[in-house]
T-cell receptor
Framework: GESVGLHLPTLSVQEGDNSIINCAYS??????FIWYKQESGKGPQFIID?????DKRQGQRVTVLLNKTVKHLSLQIAATQPGDSAVYFC???????????FGSGTRLLVRP | EADIYQTPRYLVIGTGKKITLECSQT?????MYWYQQDPGMELHLIHY???????EKGDLSSESTVSRIRTEHFPLTLESARPSHTSQYLC????????????FGPGTRLTVT
């Protein structure tokens, strides 16, 4: 069935280090992927997205990599800061609809 | 900046009560969504709407109902709340037209005692 899953439920990194959050997806027909950040008590906040015709996209301190061959998505955060501590979700679109399928989330903890 | 609002932010209510969770957006988005999320867990789509007078059930079965009488307003109603309904409810909207990004409200944390 369709699923978006994450490899690690919790990731702990030292402040200033780079973080990599991974995500696997199973629907080869998906053509849009998105990363959200959710802080405690808040709704998910858009970080970055990528379409299937791209392998890499960069934003401010963040990079998303898409490997369609192995159906793998990753989010890289450069120079991780305490404010980056949150739960990160990847999501993919469901076929041709506007619905998104969310993964189970990875909690990022930044050590001072 | 996305403008999507949810009220109340927190609600504690007794079993059997009828409740309505409000969601409004000022972006003129046609598409709106309701998700249910347990703490730290993934989001599950329970309802969505692609326009006025159009509502559909999501992937997770829910006893709640929704309505879409105005573009900007997408309320969710539980006729008789139960402890199993205790969860966080997130509302989102998107513009469509080739854009899949969804903008989320702050959520309503519901506790049914």
């Amino acid at each position: 069935g369709e699923s978006v899953g994450l490899h690690l439920p919790t990731l702990s990194v030292q402040e200033g280090d780079n973080s990599i959050i991974n995500c696997a997806y199973s629907n080869s027909a998906s053509d849009y992927f998105i990363w959200y950040k959710q802080e405690s008590g808040k709704g998910p906040q858009f970080i970055i997205d990528i379409r299937s015709n791209m392998d890499k996209r960069q934003g401010q301190r963040v990079t998303v990599l898409l490997n369609k061959t192995v159906k793998h998505l990753s989010l890289q955060i450069a120079a991780t800061q305490p404010g980056d501590s949150a739960v990160y979700f990847c999501a993919e679109n469901k076929g041709s609809s506007y619905k998104l399928i969310f993964g189970s989330g990875t909690r990022l903890l930044v050590r001072p | 900046e996305a403008d999507i609002y949810q009220t109340p932010r927190y609600l504690v209510i007794g079993t059997g009560k009828k409740i309505t969770l409000e969601c409004s957006q000022t972006m003129g988005h046609d598409k709106m969504y309701w998700y249910q999320q347990d703490p730290g867990m993934e989001l599950h789509l329970i309802h969505y709407s692609y326009g006025v007078n159009s509502t559909e059930k999501g992937d997770l079965s829910s006893e709640s109902t929704v309505s879409r009488i105005r573009t900007e307003h997408f309320p969710l109603t539980l006729e008789s709340a139960r402890p199993s309904h205790t969860s966080q409810y997130l509302c989102a909207s998107s513009s469509g037209g080739g854009s899949f990004e969804q903008y989320f409200g702050p959520g309503t944390r519901l506790t049914v005692t």
